[in-house]
């Protein structure tokens, strides 16, 4: 079956703007998990959606946000962009979401650079 | 709060040779815990996971983790190395968020084996 699709692959921004990243879950897996990847943080939690529904949010300002589609598709925004915020993001999808971390599958990921 | 440790940035064996990446952790309650792989500009590929029962779980690529309760610890191993196993290693723990569960991961032990 498919894996998680994350696009675009790369993506170059000038501070300031907004960029909106785009992830494709499993079939049938119904939760999306967005994660940022940076050298100094290491990978952290971003937010995560079930059912169309944030159930998760982690320590990100309000710049960075989400959405989840009917069809489980999954997108995040970061608007008003800093060169801080350039880091691969990485999204991945779970049928629901649980505990058993296990079930989640991950995208290769966007790498994003603000210039 | 739930936390893991990866004590080494970076782990050198030649191959052939056993491997261990070291991972100890920090939860309240029962831990459920995971390691994940990671190669250059993809995402992160799930390797095993421990939930409950024997402390030695075995996973992909012939890798395998010992679970210790009593040293915190989650040590991920391999008989014997290979020069394709060089990657980037994330020891792993789920934490309750709001309404579900998110991974907290480690800051990634750099694993190189050399011909």
């Known amino acids: 079956k498919a894996g998680v699709t994350q696009t675009p692959r790369y993506l170059i921004k000038t501070r300031g703007q907004q960029v909106t990243l785009s992830c494709s879950p499993i079939?049938?897996?119904?939760?999306v998990s967005w994660y940022q990847q940076t050298p100094g943080q290491g990978l952290q939690f971003l937010f995560e959606?079930?059912?169309?529904?944030?159930?998760n949010k982690g320590n990100f300002p309000g710049r960075f946000s989400g959405r989840q589609f009917s069809n489980s598709r999954s997108e995040m925004n970061v608007s008003t962009l800093e060169l801080g915020d350039s880091a691969l993001y990485l999204c991945?999808?779970?049928?629901?979401?649980?505990?058993?971390?296990?079930?989640?599958?991950f995208g290769s990921g966007t790498r994003l650079t603000v210039v | 709060a739930q936390s893991v440790a990866q004590p080494e940035d970076q782990v050198n064996v030649a191959e052939g040779n056993p491997l261990t990446v070291k991972c100890t952790y920090s939860?309240?309650?029962?831990?459920?815990l995971f390691w994940y792989v990671q190669y250059p500009n993809r995402g992160l590929q799930f390797l095993l996971k421990?939930?409950?029962?024997?402390?030695l779980v075995k996973g992909s690529y012939g890798f395998e983790a010992e679970f210790n309760k009593s040293q915190t610890s989650f040590h991920l191993k391999k008989p014997s190395a290979l020069v394709s196993d060089s990657a980037l290693y994330f020891c792993?723990?789920?934490?309750?968020?709001?309404?579900?569960?998110?991974?907290?991961f480690g800051s990634g032990t750099r694993l190189l084996v050399r011909p």
């Open positions: 079939s049938g897996h119904r939760s």
């Open positions: 421990y939930i409950t029962g024997d402390n």
């Open positions: 939860v309240s309650g029962n831990p459920y």
């Open positions: 991945a999808s779970s049928t629901t979401g649980g505990r058993s971390g296990g079930g989640y599958t």
């Open positions: 959606y079930f059912s169309e529904t944030q159930r």
């Open positions: 792993a723990v789920t934490s309750k968020g709001d309404s579900s569960y998110k991974l907290i």
